[in-house]
């Protein structure tokens, strides 16, 4: 029998320019960058105008919907900063996630300046109105990244659970990370492994690992839109991917794989999306260069299942 339930829409969407990924493209990865990171770095001024730019975005189109809309982020400072303005849009109350914060978790590769992240009480003094009840007082830690795969596909399975148990048609938001949101959207729309290696597989701590089983990139402040429902093979849809038109070109960031400023960022992936990956105009697809083989399969064959 086909169920009656009315569909989740899951819009996820990645953090704001961080001042971690600003160091990271002044240095090119490496060393320096890892010497230089933050374990939990806020917005840079970049990353605050993007966030900015994604409230009004977002705010304009959920507002007549604001009732069936529930927001979350993950307890890092540049996903509760990214979030703020679209809260402050809509007057509704986000809820903290412990489970999606980006791989690693909070971590430095010195010893000396590894400390966990923010706690409890420090994220809702900082940021009036968040539930963050669901974090632990003490703040998160590090992870073995090899967990970050088991999380992911948990955190998909929740999401699965929230839409089979939905009533009326809602609209979820989680702000999370470049990584764990590539690795979400494998578990999303291959949940069986068909087409992708098991994500359980990562285990020496190095994100390449990630992208050797897929790699979806996310511009900071992008996002992609989901469709879930218990009657849709596999229980996932993807409407569309990395969409960051709502940004002006000089605010457009994220390329990993590729160091560009703005200007040559955008210029970048109008050459490299020519062909339209998943029948997407460039702009929409926007910066997302490198996708592995097993993700491209996965959307597509996600995509023409549903035609």
């Not at 148990?165 to 979400?184: N, P, R």
């Not at 285990?203 to 690992?209: I, L, R």
């Not at 994220?254 to 490299?272: C, E, F, T």
Request: charged share 20%; aromatic share 6%.
């Amino acid at each position: 029998q086909e169920s009656t339930m009315a569909p989740m829409h899951l819009l996820l969407v990645r953090h704001g320019q961080s001042t971690n990924n600003v160091i990271q493209a002044e240095h090119f990865g490496g060393d320096a960058f890892k010497e230089g990171r933050s374990v939990d770095a806020p917005l840079s001024q970049i990353g605050k105008q993007q966030a900015k730019l994604l409230g009004k975005h977002l705010g304009a189109r959920l507002r007549r919907s604001r009732r069936n809309v529930r927001l979350f982020c993950s307890s890092m400072t540049r996903a509760t900063q990214t979030v703020e303005p679209l809260v402050r849009e809509l007057g509704l109350a986000p809820v903290v996630l412990p489970e999606v914060h980006e791989v690693g978790g909070f971590y430095h590769d010195t010893p000396e300046l590894q400390k966990r992240g923010p706690g409890r009480s420090f994220i809702q003094a900082r940021f009036p109105g968040f539930d963050a009840s669901l974090i632990p007082e003490e703040g998160q830690g590090k992870e073995d990244r090899s967990q970050a795969g088991e999380r992911a596909k948990d955190f998909a399975g929740t999401l699965r659970d929230w839409a089979a148990a939905a009533e009326k048609e809602c609209i979820v938001v989680v702000v999370s990370h470049g990584d764990f949101l590539s690795l979400l959207a494998l578990y999303l729309l291959d949940p069986r492994g068909v087409v992708r290696r098991d994500c359980t597989s990562l285990s020496n701590g190095d994100t390449e690992n990630i992208r050797s089983i897929g790699y979806c990139c996310h511009n900071n402040a992008a996002i992609s839109h989901f469709v879930l429902h218990p009657a849709i093979s596999d229980g996932a849809f993807l409407l569309y991917w990395n969409c960051s038109e709502y940004l002006p070109d000089d605010l457009v960031t994220g390329v990993n794989q590729k160091i560009l400023g703005p200007r040559d960022a955008s210029s970048w992936a109008l050459v490299h999306s020519q062909e339209g990956f998943w029948g997407c105009q460039p702009r929409q697809l926007g910066l997302a260069a490198v996708v592995g083989t097993a993700a491209v399969a996965t959307l597509l064959l996600a995509m023409r299942s549903k035609k």
